[in-house]
């Protein structure tokens, strides 16, 4: 059963210009948000789009863009009480020994609190 | 912090580890998220006797350590154990390098996360497969947790192909990663820093058989995440446990609501206590199980939802009067909604942005909701209504 939740997908944005059609976002996303036309890639399923931020990640010509984040309320409830961008509760402690590049880019998790 | 993580190993680490230091490669930071305690010691894995290795694969000087393909009543227990929270941080691997069966230098290489949950749902399903499989040092966090941490990310994988000299044990330059980790590796980018190929296996370890007899091919059923019943129950207990604050403040709120201490305390505290713990029962066991099934897209409005019926049902089983029904119910649905919106956490298709929009317009609401929910069971306490 496909299963849909609030505002999913609206910071999703893909550049078919820059699109080579290699696939790579097909492979990667869990929700089958894209499909391919004509050779290049193509959002076909927005709404089913979590921001997960993998396509971006793994789009090797920069085509993709999307602001990755956790779909946590628990993470948005400690950011708030903390003043941050929505972290899981482990806080500023959790880039410790985490690579630079992953600093920016969503600090966060899937389940419970990990 | 009290101490360096990297002094919790110990200089002579092959003493311990009498097989081969580099294949048990020890993390170089052992620091949890949450920077209380490491994820890993050299204590704890002892302590679980590692009783998953088998033997040992020589290749080239080393030896790689061999794990078995079936889980041992222990692991049975373990993986129970921490659904139910209990010791979930501490439940790890020693990142580096393993083996199943006998692989060989043409075998292929699948990456994992070191939450011991994870390793041991990937090596059940390799029975009869000889391959090699590096564990990344993810903190003991599973690997879509880990590399929206980042922790299963690009800059990890590039170090621990290096620190394991992978390019010493299999000819080929091809690694598989599981679908969920490319939040946090991007193949690129390992590509051109490594030179090795990053491909993206299935997302649950059940396909990877199909996948390497496939050659290295997925078709659409094994990319796509669904969250069926037994998953959603899987993660159920641990929400259940990690409500205790709730459960507590809800003893405490009932013990003082019951008052004063006579005859009928008993029957005026469980008229509360219980309509309210089944509010939280209903909330992390009851709203997972009938996720897709109840309207509204935000899971705070599910969750108010059965709250609602759970109030009205709950105050005909304790015979409440009117207002005391109406107590229940303003009760039940704040908590009943609060807990269904904290599985946002824990579900796999819910965005940062929807998140905040329910938080932001749920919880005054809530908090309001249980306040005067909360006045009038006193009211009533005090009213003989």
């Not at chain 1, 869990?30 to 990640?57: N, T, W, Y």
């Amino acid at each position: 059963m496909r299963m849909t939740y609030l505002k999913n997908g609206e910071t999703l944005s893909l550049n078919s210009a820059l699109c080579t059609g290699c696939r790579e976002c097909i492979e990667v996303c869990p929700h089958a948000v894209f499909d391919m036309q004509g050779g290049k890639a193509m959002i076909a399923d927005r709404l089913s789009c979590m921001e997960c931020g993998a396509c971006m990640k793994n789009c090797a010509a920069g085509a993709i863009k999307v602001k990755a984040g956790v779909g946590c309320a628990a993470a948005v409830i400690q950011g708030m009480l903390r003043g941050t961008e929505p972290a899981c509760s482990c806080g500023k402690a959790d880039t410790r020994g985490v690579t630079t590049e992953a600093k920016g880019a969503a600090v966060g998790s899937k389940a419970g609190c990990c | 912090m009290e101490k360096t993580p990297a002094s919790r190993y110990p200089a002579d680490s092959a003493s311990r580890y009498p097989a081969d230091s580099a294949a048990w490669y020890p993390a170089d930071s052992a620091a949890c998220g949450c920077g209380k305690t490491p994820v890993i010691s050299l204590q704890a894995v002892p302590r679980q006797r590692r009783e998953y290795v088998t033997g040992f694969v020589t290749t080239g000087e080393r030896k790689v350590p061999v794990v078995s393909t079936r889980l041992s009543w222990r692991d049975v227990r373990g993986g129970w154990k921490v659904r139910w929270d209990i010791g979930r941080s501490h439940y790890a691997v020693l990142p580096g390098l393993y083996a199943v069966g006998a692989p060989g230098s043409d075998s292929p290489v699948l990456v994992t996360a070191n939450y011991k949950l994870t390793f041991d749902k990937l090596r059940k399903e390799l029975g009869g497969v000889d391959a090699w499989i590096l564990v990344l040092d993810t903190k003991g966090v599973n690997v879509w947790c880990a590399a929206g941490k980042g922790t299963f990310g690009t800059r990890e994988l590039e170090q621990r192909i290096m620190a394991v000299k992978l390019q010493d044990v299999v000819s080929h330059r091809t690694l598989v990663l599981p679908q969920l980790g490319a939040t946090g590796v991007s193949a690129h980018e390992v590509k051109r820093d490594s030179g090795w190929q990053v491909k993206y296996g299935p997302v649950r370890a059940r396909d990877i058989r199909a996948f390497l007899a496939g050659g290295l091919k997925k078709n659409n059923e094994m990319r796509r995440i669904l969250f069926p019943l037994t998953e959603r129950m899987a993660i159920a207990p641990t929400e259940l446990v990690q409500s205790w604050p709730l459960l507590l403040g809800i003893a405490a709120a009932s013990a003082l609501l019951g008052l004063p201490f006579d005859a009928g305390y008993a029957g005026r505290l469980l008229s509360v206590c219980l309509p309210l713990l089944g509010a939280v029962g209903v909330g992390t066991l009851l709203f997972p199980a009938l996720l897709p099934y109840v309207p509204f897209r935000a899971f705070s409005l599910k969750g108010a939802l059965l709250g609602a019926l759970w109030g009205i049902a709950v105050s005909f089983v304790v015979r409440a009067s009117l207002p005391g029904a109406a107590a229940l119910i303003l009760m039940a649905m704040p908590i009943a909604a609060f807990l269904s919106m904290n599985f946002t956490g824990s579900s796999t298709f819910t965005s940062q942005p929807g998140a905040a929009l329910e938080v932001k317009r749920g919880l005054i609401p809530m908090i309001s909701s249980l306040a005067i929910g909360l006045g009038l069971t006193v009211v009533t306490r005090i009213l003989p209504l």
